[in-house]
Every structure is written in C-alpha cells, then in structure tokens.
C-alpha cells in the first residue's frame, strides 16, 4: 500500500481504496472457510456452534488489534460481533441447528 500522503489525485486515492476493498473481501472469503471447517470438526468434538467464551475472545482479540493499529475499539467491536454471528450462524446451518 502506498503512503496515503503520497497518493497524488482522487482518482488514484480511490484506486488504492478499491484494491484494499478486494483483499478485505479476499481475507473475509478465506475466514469463511474456515469456519466451514470448524462446522466440520465440531461435532466430532461434541463443540456447538456457539461458544460464548470463545465469541468473547474473539472480539476482545480484535479490539486489542484495532487499539494498537489506531482503530476505533468500539466499532471494531461492532464489526466483529456481526462477523460472528454471521459464523455462527453459517455453521448451524452446516450443523443442522438453525432455528
């Protein structure tokens, strides 16, 4: 990624924004993938979908992050929270649990 000062024009500004969108979309492909896969293991573990504990950990990890990157806490928290559940919900379909 460029230095955003070095970034000369809109048009080029927008460029940069755009290609960072697409591996944003890229990583978040691969996170569903993964948890594809937790679907998978889960029930050989005797683990439902959802882990309270383990959404907390979560969020809190990514809070920490957005801290020491200079990112809103509180709205990575939100973010995180709808990623979450959108797992977990993706793996009760898997599992077999939805309501």
Not at 2 to 17: G, N
Not at 71 to 82: C, F, V
């Amino acid at each position: 990624m460029k230095e955003p000062s070095q970034i000369p024009s809109m048009a080029a500004l927008r460029a940069e924004i755009d290609a960072l969108d697409a591996q944003i979309v890229a990583l978040m492909a691969d996170r569903a993938r993964l948890i594809d896969r937790a679907a998978q293991l889960k029930p050989g573990e005797g683990l439902p979908a959802r882990i309270e504990a383990r959404v907390e950990e979560v969020v809190r990890n990514a809070m920490r992050e957005a801290e020491a990157q200079g990112l809103d806490p509180a709205l990575i928290e939100t973010i995180w929270r709808l990623i979450v559940e959108w797992s977990i919900a993706r793996e009760e379909r898997v599992l077999g649990k939805e309501d």
